[in-house]
T-cell receptor
Framework: AQRVTQPEKLLSVFKGAPVELKCNYS??????LFWYVQYSRQRLQLLLR??SRESIKGFTADLNKGETSFHLKKPFAQEEDSAMYYC?????????????FGQGTTLQVKP | NAGVTQTPKFQVLKTGQSMTLQCAQD?????MYWYRQDPGMGLRLIYY???????DKGEVPNGYNVSRLNKREFSLRLESAAPSQTSVYFC???????????FGEGSWLTVV
């Protein structure tokens, strides 16, 4: 079965520290993975997707098929990065664009 | 640029009452979704509609019904609300396969 696991409910770091939000997935085919972010009282929005291989707001994520991981990283955290982060896997067999989400990780960046 | 709009934003229901959450998108998207967000559970898909006129069950459809009224609108109905349905509900849409999903602002529902 397809599954996304984010092992940390809460990650608390100081401003300027490196950040790594972990995401592991279970999927037998070729995955398509995303990171969504939800700032306080705002809607979820796409942060980045692995096929774009881009850096958004200083965040990057590399797909590691051997470890079935798609960890989100940022070298220097900012207070405005505080938010809920969701890793998501697109259901491969459908053409509907359905996503399977992880449980989410709250990132708290302290001053 | 409205994107995905859902109403109401907040609602308190008594157990057994019914209500409908409304969702509309103005991006001409084919696919629309209803998710619920619960602490520690992430977002779970309730129902989705791949195109106008079609609907399918997601991961947690029990206790809900949906209607894809037209291409723009996708409503979620709770026929007999239960406290377990206390949650934040998100409507979303996408143009289709492989494309970005856009979310509404959420609807906070409390069932007492």
């Amino acid at each position: 079965a397809q599954r996304v696991t984010q092992p940390e409910k809460l990650l608390s770091v100081f401003k300027g520290a490196p950040v790594e939000l972990k995401c592991n997935y279970s999927y037998s085919g070729s995955p398509e993975l995303f990171w969504y972010v939800q700032y306080s009282r705002q809607r979820l929005q796409l942060l980045l997707r692995h096929i774009s291989r881009e850096s958004i707001k200083g965040f990057t994520a590399d797909l590691n098929k051997g470890e079935t991981s798609f960890h989100l990283k940022k070298p220097f955290a900012q207070e405005e990065d505080s938010a809920m982060y969701y890793c998501a896997l697109k259901e491969g067999s459908s053409n509907t664009g359905k996503l399977i989400f992880g449980q989410g990780t709250t990132l708290q960046v302290k001053p | 640029n409205a994107g995905v709009t859902q109403t109401p934003k907040f609602q308190v229901l008594k157990t057994g009452q019914s209500m409908t959450l409304q969702c509309a998108q103005d991006m001409n998207h084919n696919s629309m979704y209803w998710y619920r967000q619960d602490p520690g559970m992430g977002l779970r898909l309730i129902y989705y509609s791949a195109s106008e006129g079609t609907t399918d069950k997601g991961e947690v459809p029990n206790g809900y019904n949906v209607s894809r009224l037209n291409k723009r609108e996708f409503s979620l109905r709770l026929e007999s609300a239960a406290p377990s349905q206390t949650s934040v509900y998100f409507c979303a849409s996408a143009s289709g396969w492989g494309n970005t999903i856009y979310f509404g602002e959420g609807s906070w529902l409390t069932v007492v």
